[in-house]
């Protein structure tokens, strides 16, 4: 490719942010944007599970990971507020973070309806609602929501997740228009 076409391509210096860095897919996408190039702010849930994934995700560039909890708004805000103070632009926002995990209908418990619900619907929308205006100021930038197949056909047993993800697939869909 001409020098031009593959930095058409590059997320050099880009800021990115990832949640659900400690699940099978966040950590991943994160690793590949950070050993390209860009400073990639990573977020999960407090744990073990993320502080093996910060040490391992830190060897690959620059890599700011720390807690986050996506039901709660006050969390929401301060990722796109930690990309506004350290680097003054947020270039992409990878929405991964999931509750991957619900129940037969017989046997799942109500609070689990709002658990997962804001965590995998609701949390999205705040992100997406917060990092609009520094995405704007940013220049061109990209949102990406992960999704699954489960919002597109039935599995067993899985209605609450299902239901979310062919939410988020909705909702994505009428963001992009809006």
């Known amino acids: 490719l001409p020098d031009h076409a ?3 391509f590059s997320v050099r210096d880009h800021v990115v942010i990832v949640t659900g860095v400690s699940g099978p897919i966040g950590p991943r ?3 590949l944007f950070a050993a390209n190039g860009a400073h990639v702010i990573a977020r999960d849930l407090p744990g073990p599970q ?3 994934a910060a040490q391992k995700l830190k060897t ?4 700011t990971v720390a807690a ?4 709660k708004p006050e969390d929401l805000r301060g990722l796109i507020d930690a990309a506004q103070q350290r680097y003054g632009r947020l270039n992409a926002l990878v929405c991964c973070g999931a509750i991957g995990k619900s129940d037969e209908l017989e046997y799942e418990k109500d609070e689990n309806f709002d ?3 804001h965590t995998n619907l609701r949390a999205n929308w705040l992100l997406v609602r917060y990092a609009r205006a520094l995405m704007e100021q940013s220049g061109p930038g990209s949102i990406v929501a992960i999704s699954s197949i489960n919002g597109h056909r039935a599995m067993f047993p899985c209605s609450l997740y299902a239901a979310t993800k062919s939410g988020l697939q909705a909702m994505c869909r009428e963001l992009s228009v809006e």
Do not use: H
């Open 115 to 117: 658990r997962l619900f």
């Open 6 to 8: 593959a930095d058409a």
């Open 60 to 63: 690959f560039g620059d890599v």
């Open 29 to 31: 996408i994160a690793r």
């Open 50 to 52: 993320l502080d093996a």
């Open 68 to 71: 986050a909890d996506l039901t």
